[in-house]
């Protein structure tokens, strides 16, 4: 039930992906409300401190996510060839685009030399700095990358629910009930 098996997602990988999400979706959704904060707003520096808290603690459960799916069983996929094709793309694009919404996010925040506090409770440091433009360009990398993958994972949503509701396909299922682990996967 903690594991995933070939017919279906396991504990640990169903909330890596739900968690994520979650907190995927409310880093945007933050960042996109502290861009219209104004100086003297009383989040003006509380929101970028929460929002970088987070991404570094998401990108460490990200680390620890890839680590998790590098030694466990992929379930298979459902669909046409094209499908599980476009789905296993539309994975590859998903962590290539967080990791490179995460990276460039530690670039804006260390560009003047200064670790990253995590809530107090450590500091991530500051390993890159000092860069001509870092703060600047990564900024850029940051918002296009962030927009692509709320786009990305829009198109996985819908396509979870085309699984789900066109096709009945237990794809969905799958990642919501770790018990649903059945050889014939419709419902």
Do not use: C
């Amino acid at each position: 039930m903690w594991r995933n098996t070939q017919h279906g997602w396991g504990v640990i990988s169903i909330l890596f992906h739900w968690l994520s999400a979650l907190t995927i979706i409310g880093l945007f959704i933050l960042g996109w409300w502290m861009t219209g904060l104004g100086y003297y707003d009383p989040w003006y520096n509380q929101g970028p401190w929460v929002h970088r808290s987070i991404g570094i603690l998401l990108l460490l459960a990200t680390a620890l996510r890839i680590a998790w799916r590098l030694v466990q069983p992929t379930p298979k996929a459902e669909g046409s060839r094209i499908e599980r094709f476009a789905a296993h793309a539309g994975h590859i694009a998903l962590y290539l685009l967080l990791l490179i919404v995460m990276v460039s996010g530690y670039l804006i925040s260390t560009a003047n030399g200064r670790g990253i506090s995590v809530f107090g409770w450590f500091e991530m440091p500051a390993l890159l700095h000092g860069l001509p433009n870092q703060a600047s360009l990564a900024g850029d990398i940051h918002w296009y990358s962030a927009l692509a993958l709320m786009l990305i994972a829009a198109g996985h949503a819908l396509a979870a629910f085309k699984h789900h509701w066109l096709d009945r396909h237990a794809t969905l299922v799958r990642m919501i009930n770790p018990s649903h682990r059945s050889k014939n996967n419709a419902h």
